[in-house]
């Protein structure tokens, strides 16, 4: 059995995946940079081994159901167990109206953040279980998926009106939510990370936290202790509203 705690991130190639893989590898974990692109995936992982962390890189594209169980078959293969999944990956493609959207688009955004998440967590649960009480899950949410901060004037995502993204998050939470109610007396935590407004190729870097900031919620999440919370909605600062 591998002796050091293995975690997996998704869409680890770049950004807030990319340092999440870092920070965790920085504390002692092994890391598994999960991305599409093998090219991309290899070069990251390539990366962090420079900076002297245990890094390998491991083909999963969250839409596509033959990469994710290739992954699981993997990673017990050679690791034998996982301790962290972090869902990172996620896309955002509509920027229309809400009236004028195209359906399409949604239903692929939906397919990275739900349905991608659902299918990659039931895929590592087994290995995930092994952990157990141990093992943690983080679902990358975003606080535009927040009912209250999207009805709250006040807020500065009430005014992004982003019809399969927003609403992806939040349905997103309603999963976090679920996990976790089915697995609390496993011991595995299940939560939600809002990053925050953070530079990435999501928004253009336009975003006001560097992405070491946008990791912080992530990396806490991963790394809780046993009586942390579960099924609940963080950002770097604490509780986000629901």
């Known amino acids: 059995m591998h002796d050091k705690k293995v ?6 190639n770049k950004g807030i995946g990319f340092e999440t893989a870092r920070q965790l590898g920085q504390r002692g974990m092994t890391v598994l ?27 999963l594209d969250v839409t596509d159901g033959a990469t994710i169980d290739a992954a699981a078959k993997w990673i017990e293969r050679e690791l034998g167990r996982l301790d962290v999944l972090v869902n990172n990956a996620g896309i955002v493609v509509d920027q229309q109206k809400p009236s004028e ?4 688009d949604v239903r692929k955004v939906y397919d990275a953040n739900v349905f991608g998440v659902i299918a990659v967590t039931q895929a590592m ?6 952990s157990a009480p141990h093992a943690r899950i983080v679902n990358v949410s975003s606080g535009l998926g927040s009912f209250a901060l999207q009805t709250d004037p006040r807020s500065p995502y009430a005014s992004i009106n982003i019809l399969g993204y927003n609403s992806s998050k939040a349905a997103l939470n309603m999963v976090t939510v679920q996990f976790a109610k ?6 595995i935590k299940v939560n939600a990370a809002d990053p925050g407004y953070t530079a990435t190729d999501l928004n253009n870097n ?3 936290q560097t992405v070491a900031e946008g990791t912080e919620a992530s990396v806490k999440l991963a790394t ?15 509780p986000v509203p629901w």
């Open 7 to 12: 975690a997996l991130i998704t869409g680890a």
């Open 33 to 59: 940079v999960g991305a599409r692109d093998a090219e991309r995936g290899e070069a990251a992982a390539k990366r962090l081994r420079e900076e002297g962390l245990d890094a390998r890189f491991v083909r």
């Open 101 to 104: 959207c195209n359906l399409d």
């Open 125 to 130: 649960l087994p290995l995930l279980r092994r």
């Open 182 to 187: 089915e697995l609390r007396d496993t011991g």
């Open 206 to 208: 336009s975003g006001t």
């Open 224 to 238: 809780l202790d046993d009586d942390g919370p579960t099924g609940g909605y963080f950002d770097r600062m604490g």
